[in-house]
């Protein structure tokens, strides 16, 4: 039901039972009823006009990553603080009116609960809000301040260890790498220690020697990273580029390697065809 409509119910009970808080607390709903539904229009015309801008990205191709870093919020800090006092507004008044009685005589003091209940979840829904407004601000700029990860790079497996943590039943590996940057971005190439959480899909790609496709922050930043584990790299063309003997990749142990993840069920049968190709066409 709605704000004012509610706000006339009251204040008709208060005239009836002839009691002034109930009369006033109902007026008063009513007034504030067409501001809080001004309030609601003005959410969804924000988060109509994020969902517009989101779908204009993914029309020019923009990624999700370069939108998520331009796209605003879909509630500022403005609006935040409108609708934190309305429903501060609301909820204040409504609660000392049902407890304190006020204008309530002790005859119809079961008719309290109602400003009481209506108080109770105005205030609760403004600091809930509140509370993950704020949260989610504070999250927003940390990733603000993370660095940016848009240098394309090829990453070159030397080294692999285990670390004996999994996350979502994916193993997490800490890796040797050496980070060779595309020839376009004129940045040296770096070595770099990094922990990262190995989809199952890439364990058949995974190969000391061998390498993946990346966005990288740079040698300033050399952790900030984005493995994309889906765009594997041969590397006997770069160990013959080091002056190290070329390695014939062991096609039969990373089948056998692939063929138990898949008894394990620890990938499906798409990813298990995908990776086997994958595989294949490696010869």
Request: a negative charge; proline letters at 6%; hydrophobic letters at 45%.
């Amino acid at each position: 039901m709605k704000l004012a409509a509610l706000g006339v119910i009251t204040a008709l009970i208060g005239i009836v039972l002839g009691a002034p808080g109930l009369i006033g607390i109902g007026a008063f709903w009513m007034l504030l009823g067409p501001l809080m539904r001004m309030y609601g229009q003005r959410i969804k015309d924000l988060q109509a006009s994020t969902q517009a801008e989101a779908t204009s990205e993914a029309a020019a191709g923009t990624t999700a990553e370069e939108g998520s870093a331009q796209r605003r919020p879909s509630i500022d800090g403005r609006t935040f603080a409108v609708g934190t006092m309305l429903w501060l507004l609301l909820g204040i008044p409504s609660l000392a009116v049902g407890i304190l009685l006020l204008g309530i005589g002790g005859e119809d003091e079961n008719w309290r609960w109602l400003p009481i209940v209506v108080g109770g979840l105005a205030l609760g829904i403004g600091v809930i809000s509140a509370a993950m407004y704020l949260a989610g601000a504070s999250l927003q700029a940390v990733a603000e301040l993370a660095p940016e990860t848009e240098v394309p790079a090829t990453l070159w497996v030397k080294s692999v260890r285990e670390t004996g943590t999994f996350i979502n039943e994916r193993p997490r590996l800490e890796f040797e790498l050496r980070v060779e940057p595309d020839g376009a971005t004129e940045l040296p190439p770096y070595d770099v220690t990094k922990k990262a959480t190995v989809p199952f899909t890439a364990m058949g790609s995974l190969r000391v020697g061998d390498g993946f496709r990346a966005l990288v922050a740079g040698p300033d930043n050399p952790t900030a990273m984005e493995i994309r584990w889906d765009e594997p790299v041969a590397g006997t063309t770069t160990a013959a580029a080091h002056g190290e003997p070329a390695r014939v990749p062991d096609v039969s142990a990373r089948l056998e390697e692939l063929d138990a993840l898949h008894r394990a069920d620890q990938i499906t049968a798409e990813e298990y065809e995908a990776q086997r190709v994958r595989i294949l066409g490696s010869i």
